[in-house]
């Protein structure tokens, strides 16, 4: 659970994530039993600015695009028992995706008149199969972590979405003397129905994966880079320590879609002039106090264009 507000001055842009969620991942991560969820329903109504949003300011912010994604989620989870380093967890969900216009109504096209579902009617649902598994490994010096996810949608009924996608992440922590290196070097999604190793099926525009934003390229509105099937990314940040509560960050983000924009329905990020590809670096500030951790990073994008992001996370209870 968590809350983001983002505010625009002149040509600079905080943005504010708080975090609530960051005390819960231990317990989550190594469960010491096997246990079954209770049926979960969850419904929530976001823009869908990731996709459809149309890139400004230099790609340094996304306006709307007015698609707005209403999401109802009915499903199970299963964690799995967890050995000292791996940890699994399945679930089953039925998804119901229902496109609004920004007036609240049902619309089934964009601005400019492409469909915006798989099915062409007003929403689409699915079944959707998830299987995550996560390594972890950790030490004074250095940590690793492996993260493997395959979603499959099932054709249970017969309008239910078949797709299969998958997404892999690397990252690794190291200590250098005073500082701390960390890379996110691997993080591979791919939703290819032309690639049989990777995905085959339906698929509808806003299951594309929206490149661009805090947490994925630095420097960039969310999804301004672009919106594909696929995409690759890798991050590297050096933290290191200026006095006892507060330490200093260099960073680079780098992301493409590896040209699979155009594999999706009506190409989005072609028809909004998104480039595909994107590269932020910056510095930043990491304040840690008992009250929690506070960040803010200022990021510079291909174009010049300048942002500056403000995060809260690890709040204390």
């Known amino acids: ?5 983002s505010i625009h001055a002149g040509k600079a842009k905080i943005d504010v994530n708080v975090d609530f969620t960051h005390k819960l991942c231990a317990s989550m991560m190594l469960p010491s039993l096997r246990n079954t969820g209770s049926p979960l329903s969850l419904h929530s109504l976001s823009p869908e600015i990731g996709v459809h949003g149309l890139p400004v300011d230099n790609f340094s912010r996304s306006g709307s695009g007015g698609v707005n994604l209403s999401r109802l989620s009915v499903g199970l989870d299963i964690n799995e028992p967890a050995s000292s380093k791996w940890s699994s967890t399945t679930s089953i969900k ?5 496109l609004l216009s920004d007036d609240g109504c049902s619309i089934t096209r964009d601005l400019d008149g492409f469909p915006i579902t798989c099915s062409g009617k007003a929403h689409d649902s699915m079944i959707v199969l998830k299987q995550e598994s996560q390594y972890a490994k950790a030490n004074d010096r250095c940590f690793s972590r492996f993260t493997m996810q395959i979603e499959q949608g099932i054709p249970v009924l017969s309008k239910c979405l078949i797709f299969n996608r998958f997404k892999f992440v690397a990252s690794k922590g190291i200590k250098l003397g005073p500082a701390f290196l960390l890379t996110r070097q691997v993080m591979l999604q791919l939703s290819f129905p032309s690639f049989p190793l990777s995905s085959i099926g339906d698929m509808a525009p806003y299951q594309a994966f929206a490149i661009g934003g805090l947490g994925i390229v630095r420097g960039y509105g969310v999804g301004a880079v672009g919106s594909g099937r ?14 006892k509560m507060l330490e200093g960050s260099v960073f680079l983000d780098r992301r493409t879609d590896l040209g699979s924009s155009r ?11 998104k480039p595909g590809s994107g590269v932020g670096l910056g510095y930043g500030l990491r304040f840690k106090s008992p009250l929690g951790h506070f960040q803010v990073d200022y990021a510079i994008n291909a ?10 996370t690890n709040l204390a209870s």
């Open 1 to 5: 659970m968590g809350a983001q507000k």
């Open 94 to 98: 039925f998804e119901n995706f229902r």
């Open 230 to 243: 696929s995409c690759l990314v890798a991050n590297t940040e050096v933290t290191f320590p200026l006095c």
């Open 263 to 273: 594999l999706v329905p009506g190409n989005p990020a072609l028809r909004q002039g």
């Open 303 to 312: 174009f010049q264009q300048k942002s500056l992001y403000f995060g809260i």
